[in-house]
C-alpha cells in the first residue's frame, strides 16, 4: 500500500516536473484495448477469435461512480470495429457510445480511436462490448463501477467478488455464421455451448480442464457481477444447493430477492450475493436457454462452472452436485423473477419514475419477412426473415447519424418514426394475415425535446414468430412501470403501474405475446439507439434511433466531438 502510494507520487512530482499537465485538461485513467486476432481451443477444436489484449472474455474495466476513465482502442484486426460501453449513459457525450454508424464511423484496420468512457449514476456491473456486426460474440468484458470512495454497499460489504461473464461459442467464425444468414435470410446457425467466463465446463467435449472455478470459504459472502454477454439467449442460471440473493440489476440497486435462481437476457446484468453456508464441497453453477419459440431451434446445452470451499472434505473426486433448473420453456419462471425486482427507493438511493407524461409512444417489435425471387430465401415459406420496430426495418446509414445530425448533413436520415403504429391490428393474435408480415425498409428517427417525460410501451407482436425480446436503450436507464400478455390498453393498463419502486434498467424483455411500459426522462442530449439484444434481430433491422435535443443552458447541451472521431 504504502509502496504504492510512494510510486505514484514519485509519479505525479515526475509528471509536473516533465512538462505538467496539459492546459485545461483533467487527467484520466487509461486503459489500452488492442483489438487483435488470437489462438483459442474449445470443444476440442482450435480457431481464431477477435479478442481484446489477446484476451477472451476481455479485460475489466474497475471505476468509481462518476469517474471518467478514457480507452484507447486500437485495432490490429483485419476488419472494422467498434467498442460500446453497455449501459454508461455518458452524458452529454455521446462520441464515445460507439454503436457502428449510429455515433461513429468504424474505427478502420490500423486505426486508433481515444473513447472517454464519462460514469454518473451507474453503480454495479456493466459491461462493454464490440457494437459491429457480431464481433461481440467474443469481444466483451465487465464494467465493474464501485461506490464512490468512503461509500459503501447498501449491502453487507462481500468478502471477495466474482464475474461471471456468460457467453455464447460457435465452432465456426461468427462472422461466416452471419454472412451465411444475411445470404440465404434463413435463421443463422445455433451456437455450440454456452460459456462462464469463456469455458464451456464439464458438460462439454474436451472442455473439463478449463472449467472455471471460484473458490470459496465457508462463512463468507461473495458478490457475483454477472453479466449475460451471449447473442441469442435468454438464460437460467442457478447454484447447486445455495440460492442467490439479487441486489442489483444494470448497475442499479434493488430491494435484496433471494430466489433458487436468477433469470438475465442478453445486455442484462445482475448483482448477486451468494452466502457459502453449506457444508464444504464442490457445487455446480448452470446456465442454459429459456425460450418460448415453437419449432425454433436453440443451443440446448447446458454451461458449468464449479464453486468450491476451500479446506478437506471427502470424497473429493466425487461429482459436484447440480442444481435444478426450470424448463427451456418455463415462462412463468421468466416473468416471476423480473417481475420480483423493486428499486432500493430509499432516502439514500432515491428514484424519479416520470409522473407526467410529455411524450407517449408506442412501438411494435416484430420479426418479419421480405419476399425473395422466386421464393428462394430459406426463412419461412422460401421468405427472408426480417424485423422491425413501428414496421419499419431499420437499413443503416453510410455516415453515422450522430455526425449528420451535429454537422446538419441532410439526407443521412428521415424524423419521422411514427408515436405509434402506424396499423391498429390485433398484434398477439394467434394467427395473422400474411400481408401483415412484409415491413418497410427505412430509416427513420425520433425526436425528443430536451427534459420531456417518456413514456414508450414496447408491444410484442405474433408476427411471423412471436418470441420474447430483450430492448436495450442506449444513453439512459428507464424505470419498468408496467407489462403484461396480450396487447397493450392504454386506458386499463396504466392503473396498474408501479410508480412506487419500479426496476431501474437499461434493456428488458418484451415477452412473446406481450408488452413492456417504461418511462424515462430526456435529458440526456444526443443520438442514442435503441435495439433489440438477440443480435440476429439487430442484424434484420429490429432497432430506432432517439435525438435528444439540446436544453436552453450550456450544462443542458451536447459536449463538442474529440478530434480523433474515425473518418467515414
Ligand atoms: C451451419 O450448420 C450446418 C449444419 O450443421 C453446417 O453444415 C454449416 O457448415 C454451418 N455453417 C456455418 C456458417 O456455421
Ligand atoms: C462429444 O464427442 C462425441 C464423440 O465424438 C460425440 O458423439 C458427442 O456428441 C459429443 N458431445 C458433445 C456435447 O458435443
Ligand atoms: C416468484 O418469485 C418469488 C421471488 O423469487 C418467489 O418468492 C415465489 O415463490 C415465486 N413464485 C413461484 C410460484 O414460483
Ligand atoms: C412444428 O413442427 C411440426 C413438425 O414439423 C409441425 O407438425 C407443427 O405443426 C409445427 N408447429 C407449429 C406451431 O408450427
Ligand atoms: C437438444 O436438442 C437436440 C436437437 O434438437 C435434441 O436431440 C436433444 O435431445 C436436446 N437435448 C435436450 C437436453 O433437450
Ligand atoms: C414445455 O415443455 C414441456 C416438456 O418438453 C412440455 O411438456 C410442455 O407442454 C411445454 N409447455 C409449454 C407451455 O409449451
Ligand atoms: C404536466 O405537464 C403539463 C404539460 O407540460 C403541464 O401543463 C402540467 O402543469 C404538468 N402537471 C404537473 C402536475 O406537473
Ligand atoms: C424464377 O423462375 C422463373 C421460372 O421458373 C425463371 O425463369 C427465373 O429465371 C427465375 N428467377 C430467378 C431470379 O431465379
Ligand atoms: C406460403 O406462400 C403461399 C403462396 O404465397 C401462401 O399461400 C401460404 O399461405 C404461405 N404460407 C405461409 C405459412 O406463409
Ligand atoms: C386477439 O387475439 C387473441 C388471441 O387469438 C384473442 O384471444 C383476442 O380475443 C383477440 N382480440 C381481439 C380484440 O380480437
Ligand atoms: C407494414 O408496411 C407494409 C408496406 O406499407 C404493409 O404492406 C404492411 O401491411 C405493414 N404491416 C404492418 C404490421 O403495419
Ligand atoms: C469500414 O469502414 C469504412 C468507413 O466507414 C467503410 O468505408 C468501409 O466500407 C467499411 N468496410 C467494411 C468491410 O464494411
Ligand atoms: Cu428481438
Known amino acids: 500500500m504504502w509502496l504504492g502510494k510512494k510510486i505514484f507520487f514519485l509519479f505525479i512530482l515526475g509528471f509536473l516536473l516533465l512538462g505538467g499537465i496539459p492546459h485545461c485538461q483533467a487527467w484520466f ?84 480511436f481515444s473513447q472517454k468512457v464519462i460514469f454518473s449514476s451507474e453503480e454495479g456491473t456493466l459491461f462493454w462490448h464490440a457494437h459491429s456486426e457480431w464481433s461481440r460474440a467474443t469481444v466483451h468484458g465487465a464494467i465493474i463501477v464501485y461506490p464512490k470512495y468512503n461509500f459503501g454497499y447498501p449491502f453487507p460489504r462481500p468478502f471477495a467478488e466474482f464475474p461471471i461473464i456468460l457467453g455464447e461459442w460457435w465452432k465456426k467464425d461468427v462472422g461466416e455464421v452471419l454472412k451465411v444468414a444475411l445470404k440465404t435470410g434463413g435463421d443463422p446457425n445455433i451456437s455450440d455451448a454456452f460459456t462462464i467466463n469463456g469455458q464451456p465446463g464439464d458438460l462439454y467435449n474436451c472442455s473439463k480442464p478449463g472449467t472455471f472455478k471460484m473458490s470459496v470459504v465457508h462463512g463468507q459472502t461473495y458478490l457475483l457481477r454477472i453479466v449475460n454477454a451471449a447473442l441469442s439467449d435468454i438464460l437460467f442460471l442457478a447454484v447447486a444447493n445455495h440460492q442467490l440473493t439479487v441486489v442489483g440489476v444494470d448497475a442499479s440497486y434493488m430491494k435484496p430477492l433471494t430466489a433458487n435462481y436468477v433469470t438475465i437476457s442478453p445486455g442484462q446484468t445482475l448483482d448477486a450475493l451468494l452466502f457459502a453456508n453449506q457444508p464444504p464441497g464442490r457445487y455446480y453453477i448452470a446456465a442454459r436457454a429459456y425460450t418460448s419459440g415453437v419449432n425454433i431451434s436453440f443451443d440446448n446445452t447446458t454451461t458449468t462452472g464449479i464453486v468450491q470451499y476451500y479446506g478437506q472434505y471427502y470424497p473429493p473426486s466425487s461429482p459436484p452436485s447440480f442444481p435444478p433448473l426450470p424448463n427451456y420453456n418455463d415462462t412463468f419462471a421468466i416473468i416471476n423473477f423480473s417481475s420480483s425486482l423493486r428499486s432500493l427507493a430509499c432516502k439514500k438511493h432515491p428514484i424519479s419514475v416520470p409522473l407526467n407524461v410529455t411524450t407517449k409512444l408506442i412501438s411494435t417489435v416484430s420479426v418479419n419477412t421480405f419476399p425473395c425471387p422466386n421464393s428462394t430465401c430459406e426463412g419461412p415459406n422460401g421468405t427472408r ?3 422491425s420496430m413501428n414496421n419499419i426495418s431499420f437499413v443503416n446509414p453510410s455516415i453515422d447519424i450522430l455526425q449528420a445530425y451535429y454537422k446538419g448533413i441532410n439526407g443521412v436520415f428521415g424524423n419521422q418514426f411514427p408515436s405509434v403504429p402506424p396499423l391498429i391490428f390485433n398484434y398477439t393474435a394467434d394467427y395473422q394475415p400474411l400481408i401483415l408480415q412484409t415491413p418497410k425498409r427505412g430509416l427513420e428517427v425520433k425526436v425528443l425535446e430536451y427534459d ?37 390498453d392504454e386506458y386499463k393498463d396504466p392503473l396498474s403501474y408501479n ?57 443542458q447541451t451536447m459536449l463538442p466531438p474529440p478530434p480523433d472521431m474515425p473518418p467515414c
Not at 54 to 71: D, R
Not at 76 to 99: A, C, F, M, Q
Not at 508 to 516: D, E, Q, R
Not at 518 to 525: D, G, L, S, T, W
Open 29 to 112: 485513467r487509461r486503459y489500452r484495448f488492442v483489438v487483435r486476432e488470437a489462438w483459442y481451443t474449445r470443444l476440442c477444436e482450435t480457431k481464431k477469435i477477435l479478442t481484446v489484449n489477446g484476451q477472451f472474455p476481455g479485460p475489466t474495466i474497475y471505476a468509481h461512480k462518476g469517474e471518467t476513465l478514457i480507452v484507447d482502442v486500437y485495432n490490429r484486426g483485419k476488419d472494422n470495429i467498434t467498442l460500446h460501453w453497455h449501459g454508461v449513459k455518458l452524458e452529454r457525450y455521446p462520441w464515445s457510445d460507439g454503436p457502428e454508424y449510429i455515433t461513429q464511423c468504424p474505427i478502420k484496420p490500423g486505426g486508433k
Open 499 to 555: 410508480l412506487v419502486d419500479p426496476p431501474l434498467r437499461n434493456t428488458i424483455v418484451v415477452p412473446k405475446k406481450g408488452w413492456i411500459a417504461v418511462r424515462f426522462k430526456a435529458n440526456n442530449p444526443g443520438v442514442w439507439f435503441m435495439h433489440c439484444h438477440f443480435e440476429r434481430h439487430l442484424s434484420w433491422g429490429m432497432e430506432m434511433v432517439f435525438i435528444v435535443k439540446n436544453g436552453q443552458q450550456s450544462y
Open 452 to 488: 420531456s417525460d417518456v413514456e414508450l410501451v414496447l408491444q410484442g407482436t405474433s408476427l411471423v414468430a412471436g418470441i420474447e425480446h430483450p430492448m436495450h436503450l442506449h444513453g439512459y436507464s428507464f424505470y419498468v412501470v408496467g407489462g403484461g400478455f396480450g396487447n397493450f
Open 385 to 387: 426473415l426480417a424485423a
